[in-house]
Structures are given as structure tokens and as C-alpha cells.
């Protein structure tokens, strides 16, 4: 099967980018930094999406241009004779999957709600109405499986139509029109009565509120915001040639994925601070209190649709880059054409995202930790807690081990080319440092996870020693 190829560098970059924003950046990012106290938080994030997230993303790049292939097909091009690596492969492919199982009911509850404001329903409500129809919309199963199913047959349509011609054609347009639908926002933010007061609580950071939980918190948002370590860097990295040095790229696709979550506080804050919303409002943030800001605000139905829009545009953007990685590694393991294996994939991720959909009505009854827990909880424990951060340990180690592909044939792939160079220093960080600061991060997701009503392994550990 001949290797497909993106048509520019423009649309490696944007679809690379496309595949890191997305929900966790215009939802997760703002109400985080919220219940962190703010500047603080935003800057933490900074220095750890530098310090994490972009030596992480190089290597991506790097294992994915090399092998030319994707990750369920990586390492048995890299790897040495008899080697096991290649098993990350398969459980890469899982994670993707899994990943869409929850990510296209929670894009759908954004189209549903974008339109919902297009309509008009969503305005001229009292705020006790607004507050209702998010539960309202979970709790209708029809609504909830109809616009999942929406999604997920939107995104295999683009891509049927090829990797240049629809992927990376429809991700342009959509970045495109994202960046600028994000700035009339924000600079309509700057004029909302609130906004000094919101965006002095967002920038200025304020280190009396910092603690453990806000580096952690920190540290957690900016690893997994790029969706590292279940290949869905690698496997643009296999689409482009070795004429640009990797560095350049990774850089360029970080300030983009910054500057949208940046962004998105910029529209958010200054809105809570003019209509008497907590910032601190935690994942409902988006969803419940946003439409309540919207319905009280001036020209509420224009300004909804436009930030639902955008909204639509964020999501789907990481939903085409991850259905892609999907239809990637099973092309290579089945030998399909492109239209046959959009088909069978998209039939596949429609019906195993179904419990989620499911998850807050029929199956509601099923609570896999605490009480309030659903489907959709334990589908993101196992990807955020598990394949996430135990994937990205994988492909580290992978790079800089003599057992591994080596940390020299990392250096000279992701040196081939024009643009910034990675200097051989970086080595002791790569090797020791990171390995290590990822499997904290892994242990602290498992450690203070709250598998049942009150019942953490940490309390747990500290009240047998207790004894």
C-alpha cells in the first residue's frame, strides 16, 4: 500500500495542532485554572508544557517519520529481532479507540448545544430553564446516541474523501476559521463590564494560592493536553518527508495549542466576572454556566452560536486527527482501501461509543466508582490515568534505550533537516529526568484517583500506617 503524503507543511502543522486542541484545551484548561487560582496555574502550565510535553511530542514525530508507518506498525520497523515492543503498538490502537468512545458523545453534546443557540431555544430562557437542559439533554437517550452518531459519521465522511483531499483540506479551513472566530470573541470580551476584574484573576498570577495540587494540576493539564503517547503524533509525523528539522514543527504546534487554550480563558473569564459566574465552576463551566452567561447577555443567541461554533470546530478537529490514526493502523493491518476501512471503523466507534452515549440515562444505574461515576468516567480514568501517561513512558524509554531504538537514532531524525537543532545535552533529561517525572504523574493519577465515595489509595495507605 503506497504511503499516503500531506499536500504542505501548513497542513502538517494545522492538523498536528487540530489533533492536540480540543476539548481539553477550551473546556479542561479554563475551568482548571479556575479552581487553581489563575495566573499561577497559567504559568506552571507553561513551564511544564515546555519541560513535558515537548520532548514527548518530538519523539512522536521522530518514531512516526522514521518508521514511516503507523503506531500499531512502528516499532516492528524499529525495533530489534525479537524485541516486544511492538505490543505498545496494539494498545496504542485501543487507546484510540477508547478515547473516541467518550470524545464523540462530549462533541456531541457541543453540536447539540451549538444548535440549540442557532436555533433560538437556548435564549430568552430564565436562568433555572438553562440550568435544566443540560440534564435534560443527558437524560434523553435519543438526543444523546442521535448527535454521537452525527459526529462520528461526519468525521469518517471527511476522511473517505483521502488524506489531502479531505482530512487535511477540511482541518485547514477549520483551524483556520477557529483562530479567527477565537480573537472576535476574545476582543468582544474586552468589552464586557467584567473584564478587568476576570482577566486580572486569569494573568496575574497570585502565589499565595499556590499548593501541591495546583503544580500537579499543572503538570497533569500540560502532558495531557498534546493526547501523547497513543501515537496520534506519530502518525502525521509519517505523512511528511525530512526537509524541516522536527523541533521547528513541535514548537510551532505548541504556540498554536497555547494560544488557543490562552485564548479561551480570555473569553471565558472576562464573561463569569461580568455575569456573576464562578470561575471555579469545574467541568459544568462550559456547558451550564456559559449558556446562562449567553442568555443574559446582549445579542446572547449571535455570541452563543459563535462560541459554540468554534467550540464544534475545536472538537472536531482532534475527532478527524484521531479517527485518522484509527484508519491508519487498521489499513496497515488489514490492507483495505481507504472507503472500505472508513466504513467498517466508523461502524466499529459507533457502536462501542453507544454505552457512554448510554451511560447517563438507560445505563445510568452502572456506577464503576463513586456514586455520581459513569461510562464515561471510567473510559477517561483508562485512557487519561492509564494509556496516556504508561504510552508515553513507552515511547521515552523506547528512544533512549540501548534495548530501544536509541537515543542516537532519535537525535539525527529529529535533526535531519532545516530549522532548530536538538543538542546532544538533552540526553541526561530525556534519560532520567523524564522517565521519571512521567511515572509520578502516573502514580499520582492512580494514587489520588477517587475509585469509590471517599476511597482513595492514598487515604487508604495513610490510614493503614496509621495503625
Known amino acids: 500500500m503506497e504511503r499516503e503524503r500531506l499536500g504542505s507543511r501548513l497542513g502538517f502543522i494545522l492538523l ?7 476539548v481539553g484545551n477550551v473546556w479542561k484548561f479554563p475551568w482548571m485554572a479556575g479552581q487553581y487560582g489563575g495566573g499561577a496555574f497559567v504559568l506552571f502550565y507553561f513551564v511544564f508544557l515546555i519541560l513535558l510535553g515537548l520532548p514527548v511530542m518530538l519523539m512522536e514525530f521522530s518514531l512516526g517519520r522514521a518508521s514511516q508507518s503507523s503506531p500499531v506498525k512502528l516499532y516492528q520497523k524499529l525495533e530489534k529481532k525479537g524485541q516486544k ?13 477508547l478515547l473516541m468512545m467518550f470524545y464523540t458523545s ?47 459519521v461526519l468525521g469518517f465522511a471527511v476522511l473517505s474523501f ?63 493536553t498534546l493526547s501523547l503517547g497513543i501515537g496520534s503524533m506519530a502518525i502525521f509525523g509519517s505523512y511528511i518527508g525530512k526537509e524541516r528539522t522536527l523541533l521547528g514543527e513541535s514548537v510551532n504546534i505548541l504556540v498554536l495549542d497555547t494560544f488557543v487554550a490562552v485564548v479561551a ?54 475527532i478527524l486527527a484521531v479517527f485518522e490514526n484509527i484508519l491508519a493502523c487498521v489499513r496497515e493491518l488489514t490492507g483495505w482501501g481507504r472507503v472500505k476501512a472508513c466504513v467498517v471503523c466508523a461502524a466499529a466507534v459507533l457502536l462501542l461509543s453507544v454505552p457512554c452515549a448510554l451511560g447517563f440515562n438507560v445505563w445510568s444505574g452502572f456506577t464503576p466508582f463513586t456514586s455520581a461515576s459513569s461510562v464515561l468516567d471510567l473510559e ?66 492512580i494514587f489520588t484517583f477517587e475509585f469509590a465515595d ?8 495513610k490510614s493503614w500506617l496509621c495503625k
Not at 171 to 186: F, S
Open 16 to 22: 498536528s495542532a487540530g489533533c492536540a486542541i480540543g
Open 85 to 97: 515492543w511492538h505490543l505498545h503498538g496494539f494498545a496504542a490502537l485501543a487507546a484510540n479507540f
Open 106 to 152: 462530549v462533541t456531541g453534546w457541543i453540536l447539540y448545544y451549538f444548535v440549540s443557540f442557532l436555533s433560538g431555544n437556548m435564549t430568552g430562557i430564565t436562568n433555572e430553564a438553562s440550568e435544566k437542559l443540560f440534564g435534560g439533554m443527558l437524560a434523553n437517550p435519543a438526543v444523546m446516541v442521535g448527535f454521537m452518531a452525527l459526529v462520528v
Open 162 to 224: 483521502g488524506l489531502q483531499k479531505g482530512v487535511e483540506r477540511i482541518t485547514k479551513y477549520m483551524m483556520i476559521v477557529l483562530l479567527l472566530l477565537m480573537v472576535v470573541l476574545a476582543v468582544h470580551g474586552f468589552t464586557l463590564s467584567g473584564a478587568r476584574e476576570g482577566l486580572r484573576f486569569y494573568l496575574r498570577p497570585d502565589f499565595s494560592k499556590v499548593n501541591g495540587n495546583t503544580v500537579v494540576g499543572a503538570m497533569n493539564q500540560a502532558f495531557f
Open 265 to 318: 480563558g480570555l473569553i471565558i473569564f472576562p464573561a463569569c466576572f461580568t455575569f456573576d459566574v464562578e470561575p471555579s465552576a469545574g467541568p459544568s463551566l462550559l456547558f451550564v454556566a456559559m449558556a446562562k452567561v449567553f442568555n443574559n447577555m446582549v445579542g446572547g443567541r449571535f455570541w452563543g452560536s459563535l462560541f459554540f461554533l468554534f467550540m464544534v470546530f475545536a472538537a472536531f478537529s482532534t
Open 380 to 445: 477517561d480514568f483508562l485512557v487519561s490515568n492509564c494509556f496516556l501517561p504508561l504510552g508515553s513512558l513507552c515511547f521515552v524509554l523506547f528512544c533512549v534505550s540501548k534495548k530501544g531504538w536509541g537515543f542516537d537514532n532519535f537525535l539525527q531524525e529529529v535533526n535531519t533537516g532545516k530549522g532548530l537543532k536538538v543538542g546532544r545535552w538533552i540526553r541526561p533529561y530525556v534519560t532520567y529526568v523524564l522517565p521519571l517525572v512521567i511515572a509520578f504523574l502516573f502514580l499520582v493519577g
Open 454 to 461: 471517599g476511597f482513595t489509595l492514598i487515604s487508604w495507605v
